[in-house]
């Protein structure tokens, strides 16, 4: 076969030396003799080597010219590529770009950039999302196959393990498998290098070059640029995560500082406003422009303000703390927070957060107060229940004396100031019972403003000329339910207190309206000196009083009226400004009543039998005189027990059971149902010093049922022949 083909090129004679470069063999050169066969000496061999030596060394420099060339252009592509990528919003916006250049710069075919993903089965699949290609070459973007391509299903298993170890994968196809060199071969690839892109330390994908002319190495230059140019692709992919992310917790912090409840506030080392919610402007009353520059000091208190400068130092030096922050309102109203600071949560930044506990603290305060009011309710209560029982004995028995003392002048004036001293200190201890809002009421449907226009007459002699009287009643005024002697006596106290508001005269309003659907407001409005917050916080407590006489339980019987009648009572004042006490009342369906009071019926005697149970002794002699002296028949007893068995052991017949309410042992009710069960006709009549023991048991009354200490001899003979009656 050599000798046919010499033959056909007419050589007779032929040596042929190889050149190797960089250790492999690169070509060969011939010489050829076609006159004459020869034999080759050593000289001319030698020469002939020497000669493939020259072209060796010639190749070589060539070849590494041309690596330096391309290992500096590659460089080039990667620097251009980092700008690019740092300068680009995302990094996929500038992945063409690099691929083009780094293409160009290696002189490959194809540039192209795959994403791993991991399928349903657990095997990794890639995915092309980039490509370059040269002149000539076929580009595969579009390809289906080249999506979620299955590494072993296609044949790159070990382009695969590669990459899972951040390896480099790179050689000639005609040296891969037959699986891997037939995919390849199908897109007309000769050489290829592709390299792993590692992003948080997982594989995520990686870029390859292609080469579709020929077969080649690819130079420890180009592959450490090629790295390189992945790992500017892995940063990139990475900040554009923490970017993602950070901007996701920017948007949502955003998200709670907007929406927050409480309000934040952020000042820096000047104390400057620098940021606030919407909820910090509402605390402050003031909009986020206006806010915004001004200062810590501009909202606080005069004394605050004056030490600003070395408590905040002493702040910022402690740290995060929690206190206490009140805070004056552009329009001069005071609120109060539970605060909590953090200094230099950023350098040179710090944050509070504010919790406006301004209506909780009033509350606090009314609780407070209320509790303390009702501690001395239960006190005045206590003792004006006694005092009831002393006085019914006292006015009792001097109405008795009264009647014997016939023209003893001395002893009926004397007999008339004791009497008159008893009715003035149960006037008295009815005022406690009001505070402690534990007074007998007969609580009924009631027009507030013809109970206004009624008492007008008589509020103008209370008053004086000085005082000029305004009646405002509404003509539609909505009906509360409530008793109208103690209603007038809130009404007469009011007026009183504004009276004396006003020392030089001046105008007393007293106005009456609807308050929504559900309430019914009493207003009395003066003109007089008006009050301090200090005074305001004790103007409804018991004794408490501004004026030289009195005994400051005004004011302190109206808010436990009002109260006790289901209301609430409110004030408002300022020095000089004048007094607005507004009375709030529960609105009903009911008619109204009349407001006068029906005539006393006339006293009339008796022949029935009477049950008296009362503990008091003084009460129960006076009571049993009282009663035998109309002609009844008193059974007394000094306790529950004994009427009980008074009930079931005496034959006669019992017309009325008149019982105190609140006794050792059995209480009224209780002695009640009891003799009840044995005569299921006799009447009850209830004897009770203040409405606590009324309600003893849970049981109501019925209009008439219960009679009040102290009373009166006519009175309760009145009462009697009433129950009797009914």
């Known amino acids: 076969d050599e000798r046919e083909a010499l033959a056909l090129a007419d050589s007779l004679s032929v040596i042929a030396v190889p050149v190797f470069v960089e250790g492999r ?26 000669a493939a030596g020259l072209i060796a060394a010639a190749v070589s420099r060539d070849l590494a010219e041309r690596h330096l060339r391309r290992r500096d252009a590659v460089l080039e592509a990667v620097s251009h590529a980092a700008e690019q990528l740092v300068a680009a919003p995302h990094w996929r916006d500038a992945a063409p770009s690099l691929l083009r250049q780094l293409g160009q710069a290696t002189d490959a075919s194809r540039a192209y950039l795959f994403e791993v993903g991991v399928r349903e089965d657990g095997l990794r699949t890639a995915s092309q ?95 450490e640029a090629l790295r390189t140019a992945a790992s500017l692709i892995e940063a990139a992919i990475e900040r554009e995560r923490s970017e993602t992310v950070l901007r996701e917790h920017e948007e949502k912090l955003r998200a709670v500082f907007e929406t927050a ?49 070395e408590d905040w130092a002493k702040k910022i030096e402690a740290g995060p703390a929690r206190s206490e922050w ?64 002393l006085l019914t004995g006292i006015t009792g028995y001097a109405s008795l004396l009264l009647e014997r003392a016939d023209n003893d002048t001395v002893l009926r004036r004397d007999l008339t100031e004791i009497k008159r001293a008893a009715d003035r200190a149960a006037e008295l201890t009815k005022q406690l019972l009001a505070f402690g809002r534990r007074q007998m009421l007969q609580p009924r449907p009631l027009d507030l403003s013809a109970a206004v226009s009624e008492i007008g007459s008589l509020l103008q002699r209370v008053l004086g000329d000085q005082i000029e009287l305004v009646l405002e009643p509404a003509a539609d005024l909505g009906i509360v339910k409530a008793d109208p002697g103690q209603i007038e006596q809130v009404i007469v106290n009011l007026a009183v207190n504004a009276r004396d508001a006003m020392p030089g005269g001046g105008r007393l309003t007293l106005a009456t309206r609807n308050a929504g659907t559900d309430h019914v407001e009493l207003v009395v409005a003066d003109e007089g000196v008006g009050m301090d917050d200090e005074t305001l916080a004790q103007v409804f407590e018991p004794f408490f009083t501004t004026r030289r006489q009195g005994v400051g339980l005004g004011l302190a019987s109206v808010h436990g009226i009002v109260h006790q009648s289901g209301g609430e009572v409110r004030v408002q004042s300022s020095p000089g400004a004048g007094t607005v006490f507004t009375v709030r009342l529960p609105r009903v369906r009911d008619e109204a009543e009349s407001t006068v009071a029906p005539a006393p019926a006339a006293t009339t005697p008796g022949s029935e039998t009477i049950l008296l149970v009362e503990d008091e002794d003084v009460v129960r002699d006076l009571t049993c005189r009282v009663l035998e002296r109309q002609g009844y028949t008193v059974l007394a007893c000094a306790d529950g027990a004994e009427a009980v068995a008074v009930a079931e052991s005496d034959g006669r017949t019992i017309d009325l059971l008149l019982t105190d309410v609140v006794m050792p042992g059995l209480r009224g009710h209780e002695v009640a149902r009891q003799v009840s069960a044995t005569r299921p006709d006799i009447k009850v009549l209830y004897m ?12 109501p009354f019925a209009a008439g049922a219960l009679i009040e200490k102290p009373f009166a001899i006519d009175i309760l003979a009145v009462r009697v022949r009433e129950a009797l009656a009914s």
């Open 326 to 389: 009140e805070t004056v309102r552009p329009d001069g109203t005071v609120r109060i927070a539970d605060a909590s600071a953090h200094p230099n949560f950023v350098p040179g930044l710090h944050i509070a957060f504010l919790r406006d506990v301004t209506e909780r603290k009033r509350l606090e305060a009314e609780l407070l107060n209320s509790q303390k009011l009702d501690s001395l309710g239960r006190l005045a209560g206590g003792v004006a229940h006694d005092f009831n029982n």
């Open 129 to 223: 999302r980039f490509e370059w290609v040269g002149g000539g070459v076929t580009p595969e973007l579009r390809n289906a196959a080249m999506q979620n391509m299955c590494f072993s299903e296609v044949g790159l298993g070990s382009l695969e393990d590669s990459h899972a170890r951040n390896e480099i994968f790179a050689g000639n196809v005609q040296d891969l498998g037959t699986a891997e060199r037939e995919l390849l071969e199908a897109q007309a690839v000769r050489s290829l290098i592709t390299v792993p892109i590692f992003v948080d330390g997982k594989w995520w994908g990686f870029i390859g070059f292609d080469d579709c002319v020929s077969e080649r190495e690819w130079s420890p230059a180009e592959t």
């Open 261 to 309: 409840l409480d309000a934040i506030f952020i000042n820096d080392d000047e104390r400057r406003y620098v940021d606030v919610n919407p909820a910090g402007c509402e605390f402050l009353g003031i909009s986020k422009d206006e806010l915004i520059g001004r200062r810590i000091e501009d909202f606080l208190p005069a004394h605050k303000a004056a030490t600003i400068k």
């Open 25 to 50: 063999w690169w070509g060969f050169i011939t010489f050829e003799d076609c006159e004459l066969e020869r034999d080759w000496s050593v000289a001319e061999t030698d020469a002939l080597r020497i």
């Open 688 to 699: 009770s010093g203040y409405a606590e023991e009324a309600i003893v048991g849970g049981l």
